[in-house]
């Protein structure tokens, strides 16, 4: 069974940074398209950022877009999520995930990741 494990949340001012971290365990992480997710308290899981096998493609929610970066490194079995200028509505639990094979359009890693992480809390004060 796929293992994700999260870490790197915790409480930020507004304007900070943090990164996250996504080790993967149990899996050909090469093989895996990854991606972040959050959900917010009293609100659904939203798509935060997926990228491919490769890393050449990228894509972020627009409510992200241009603060957070979405990276990989196949040799260390780790995604990453770069949060910059934090803001108190990203505060969520942020969830990692992974998808096997196939196609690797943006609908297919939003809706279609196979596997989850547990999650850590992003906790941003004004």
């Known amino acids: 069974q796929v293992q994700l494990v999260e870490s790197g949340g915790g409480l930020v001012q507004a304007g900070g940074s943090l990164r996250l971290s996504c080790a993967a365990s149990r899996l050909t992480f090469s093989r895996y398209s990854m991606g972040w997710f959050r959900q917010a308290p009293g609100k659904e899981r939203q798509f935060v950022a997926a990228?491919?096998?490769?890393?050449?493609?990228?894509y972020y929610a627009d409510s992200v877009e241009g603060r957070f970066t979405i990276s990989r490194d196949n040799a260390k079995n780790t995604v990453y999520l770069q949060m910059n200028s934090l803001k108190p509505e990203d505060t969520a639990v942020y969830y990692c995930?992974?998808?096997?094979?196939?196609?690797?359009?943006?609908?297919?890693?939003?809706?279609?990741?196979?596997?989850w992480g547990k999650g850590t809390l992003v906790t941003v004060s004004s």
């Open positions: 995930a992974s998808k096997y094979g196939g196609p690797e359009t943006r609908e297919e890693l939003e809706y279609g990741m196979d596997y």
């Open positions: 990228l491919s096998r490769s890393g050449g493609r990228l």
